[in-house]
């Protein structure tokens, strides 16, 4: 006789895959945490109607990566239906609810990244629901928590995390500054480690410049990404597509390989690869470039993008921006040196 039986869980290794395998370096957790507490502010933003400055504070105390913000926070309840249950998040539910498009999770794996570096993981919290009422998350493995009423805090979520030492690196501030500011760079919530802000504007958000001007800034801006070669020449990424950003001429080459394509991509503000390389057409040996968008798929890890249409048609973008930023480079060679 046939039966209807219930598949069942291993929750201890399951927990240990995703956990220990989902993502391919400590570093990750740093743009998972960061990520989080970026979405907290947005949250905070959407559903409080008291005006606030959103910030995010990195720091390092006594062996522990502070990660601090003051968004939305956490009620008891969501602690342990959102932070405590794997593959459920908060920013999930808003984007399916069409939420704001600046949201930047929605698998609500990111919080098990802590656990790829931390031996204790502690989270007081205070909710702008329940501004009167502050928990304390405790946790040692991502299987069983403690959870109590926290001393008094203003609204808003810090995450603590004790240092293993598979991550010690993390505890170096210069080493803990450069991950900021790949990751979390473009982000509009502002970032701050030891009193100083990382985050720049990109040049395609800002009010565009006279031509001079503009190309001046364009190429500053490659100099700060591009890490092997310098920058000779910017070539914008026109509209329409789904990306936005700049690609650039290197003026590097090698005897080993002819093809030094590199491009940047980022989500929602958010880095994914600094190798999206395959972007690019194969003919594109010595371009380089930075791309964002909100319409790429990531993967589960955040540390790739998904093979879809939408990626299909952003190749098709960056090739149209290199054949006509090619044709506008020809035809500024014959411009006058005082109007070009």
């Not at 960061?34 to 502010?41: G, K, R």
């Not at 609204?155 to 500054?177: I, K, M, P, S, Y």
């Not at 502002?190 to 990382?198: A, N, V």
């Not at 395609?204 to 100099?223: C, D």
Request: aromatic fraction near 6%.
């Amino acid at each position: 006789m046939a039966e209807i039986l219930t598949s069942q869980v291993d929750l201890p290794g399951l927990m240990a895959v995703l956990g220990n395998h989902l993502y391919s370096t400590p570093e990750v957790a740093v743009r998972e945490l960061v990520q989080n507490a970026h979405d907290s502010c947005v949250r905070r933003q959407l559903e409080d109607p008291a005006p606030f400055q959103p910030r995010i504070r990195v720091a390092l105390e006594r062996q522990r990566l502070i990660i601090e913000d003051n968004g939305a926070g956490l009620t008891r309840a969501e602690i342990i239906e959102y932070l405590a249950t794997v593959g459920r998040g908060y920013t999930g539910k808003l984007r399916a609810q069409g939420g704001p498009s600046n949201l930047i999770g929605a698998f609500g794996l990111g919080f098990l990244s802590a656990y790829f570096v931390a031996r204790v993981v502690e989270l007081p919290t205070v909710s702008c629901q329940c501004p009167e009422e502050a928990w304390h998350f405790t946790s040692k493995g991502s299987e069983s928590f403690l959870l109590q009423a926290g001393d008094p805090a203003n609204v808003g979520t810090r995450v603590e995390l004790h240092l293993n030492d598979q991550a010690r690196a993390l505890g170096e501030v210069a080493h803990l500054r450069n991950l900021l500011c790949d990751y979390c760079g473009l982000l509009s919530v502002p970032i701050e480690l030891e009193g100083t802000t990382l985050n720049f504007e990109a040049p395609w958000r800002q009010p565009e410049a006279n031509p001079l001007q503009q190309r001046h800034r364009e190429l500053e801006f490659a100099r700060q990404f591009e890490r092997k070669f310098r920058p000779l020449c910017v070539l914008p990424i026109p509209a329409p597509g789904p990306v936005q950003g700049l690609l650039w001429i290197q003026d590097g080459w090698s005897y080993g390989t002819s093809d030094h394509r590199n491009v940047s991509v980022y989500v929602r503000g958010m880095l994914i690869s600094h190798d999206s390389r395959d972007l690019l057409p194969e003919w594109a040996g010595i371009i380089g470039g930075v791309v964002e968008s909100d319409h790429l798929t990531p993967t589960a890890s955040r540390e790739d993008l998904q093979r879809d249409a939408v990626y299909g048609q952003a190749q098709q973008q960056l090739r149209r921006a290199l054949v006509e930023g090619l044709a506008q480079l020809a035809e500024r060679q014959g411009e006058d040196p005082a109007q070009a």
